[in-house]
T-cell receptor
Framework: QKEVEQDPGPLSVPEGAIVSLNCTYS??????FMWYRQYSRKGPELLMY????GNKEDGRFTAQVDKSSKYISLFIRDSQPSDSATYLC????????????FGPGTSLSVIP | DAGITQSPRHKVTETGTPVTLRCHQT?????MYWYRQDPGHGLRLIHY???????DKGEVSDGYSVSRSKTEDFLLTLESATSSQTSVYFC????????????FGQGTRLTVV
């Protein structure tokens, strides 16, 4: 079993839809959780960062962590074609970046 | 891309040849990282550097070596390229070790034939 699992998609939704992207993990020591967005042929960029459990909102994006279920989610409201990208979850037990484990990514297409 | 330049952007090489990828930064950041990205595996850390001449291994370091002789440059070398090293390689830089601070380059697409 991989440490971090993510549905690879591709996920295709109409513009304006609510998108739910999810990751599961096996290491209960993980406490730092991140979501990255990666456009085609580009490097990943940090989208959201959450420490421990709970929700965090930033504009149309909401990150949710459920440590009891070892499950994290990223919700995108009012999705736009510009949200079309691959979304990577990432997590670690420590603050050091060399300890961050990335999920394989979910490819999202938002159709106008 | 936060002052990071990877070169070359694309390379095709033959099995058994040495290959060096370069990551150049203009941010004067202390930390630099090399990752590979493969379908189904996400990003996996190869090596990283926490200062000039200070490097350490990551999760998938076998077959790779690195060097950092000056702050701005971090080189990744495949001593004898194999087809399993066909991948997209990303460099990342960070001012500190904390896991919210890294910025990624645009990647180098390497094909070993």
């Amino acid at each position: 079993q991989k440490e971090v699992e993510q549905d690879p998609g591709p996920l295709s939704v109409p513009e304006g839809a609510i998108v739910s992207l999810n990751c599961t993990y096996s290491n209960s020591a993980f406490q730092y959780f991140m979501w990255y967005r990666q456009y085609s042929r580009k490097g990943p960029e940090l989208l959201m960062y959450t420490y421990s459990s709970g929700n965090k909102e930033d504009g149309r994006f909401t990150a949710q962590v459920d440590k009891s279920s070892k499950y994290i989610s990223l919700f995108i409201r009012d999705s736009q074609p510009s949200d079309s990208a691959t979304y990577l979850c990432a997590m670690s037990a420590e603050t050091s970046y060399d300890k961050v484990i990335f999920g394989p990514g979910t490819s999202l297409s938002v159709i106008p | 891309d936060a002052g990071i330049t990877q070169s070359p952007r694309h390379k095709v090489t033959e099995t058994g040849t040495p290959v060096t990828l370069r990551c150049h930064q203009t941010e004067n950041h202390r930390y630099m990282y090399w990752y590979r990205q493969d379908p189904g595996h996400g990003l996996r850390l190869i090596h990283y550097s926490y200062g000039v001449k200070d490097t350490d291994k990551g999760e998938v370091s076998d077959g790779y070596s690195v060097s950092r002789s000056k702050t701005e440059d971090f080189l990744l070398t495949l001593e004898s390229a194999t087809s399993s090293q066909t991948s997209v390689y990303f460099c990342a830089i960070a001012p500190g070790a904390y896991n919210t601070e890294a910025f990624f380059g645009q990647g180098t697409r390497l094909t070993v034939v």
